[in-house]
């Protein structure tokens, strides 16, 4: 990341907002002659303190989510659901609460649980992949920014940090839509397709440009 970058980042978060709030109604004091002397030090202490007060946000480590295997990505992604619902936009909450529904007839396939034939093994392995190393890693990487970037900056590609998350979400669902459809029609060419454009298209996007 660079200097740039971590600036902006910066002049965004919350801590950075809160302080300034503060030390302006410093600056209203003292505008006001409710204070003289000393202003400029008690300005920055108020922004020192309201910088202070802001509690770290609550990340995620992509890691610990590696352990999900294919008989229990269904598990793994609620979990995933449990510890970010807070901090997600509307839109990207909703799309990953859609995931579950989708994934839960595909997961037999996955697992060979009650008989049910396995698809292939890259197939598999591209699915378990998404779910368990590059879906975590694209929520933490949009945890990591502040809330008002990830609402209000606009990357290069003219999309928000919040707009490129949901659509990577959306990508996610509607190729785990596709993929177990091509394999309950035993549609081998249409699973590779799906599998690959997978593969391609969903990663953890950077957020910063």
Known sequence: MTRAHTLLLYLYSTRHIVGSLLALLGLGAYFGGLIDQWWLPICMALY????????????????????????????????????????????ALSVLRAIPPVLEPLLP????????????????????????RDLPETIAGYLRLPPAFARHHRLDNGRTASELLVAQLNLLREQLERIATAAFADDAQALVSNGQYLQEKFHAPTYLS
């Open 109 to 132: 396939r996955l697992s060979g649980a009650d008989g049910s034939p396995l698809l292939p093994p890259a197939q598999i392995q591209t699915v378990v992949g998404a779910l368990t």
């Open 48 to 91: 020192a303190a309201g910088a202070l007060a802001v509690p770290s946000p609550t990340l995620i480590d992509p890691a610990l989510y590696q352990q999900y295997d294919s008989q229990r990505l269904a598990e793994g992604v609620q979990q995933l659901i449990a510890q970010c619902q807070q901090q997600l936009p509307p839109e």
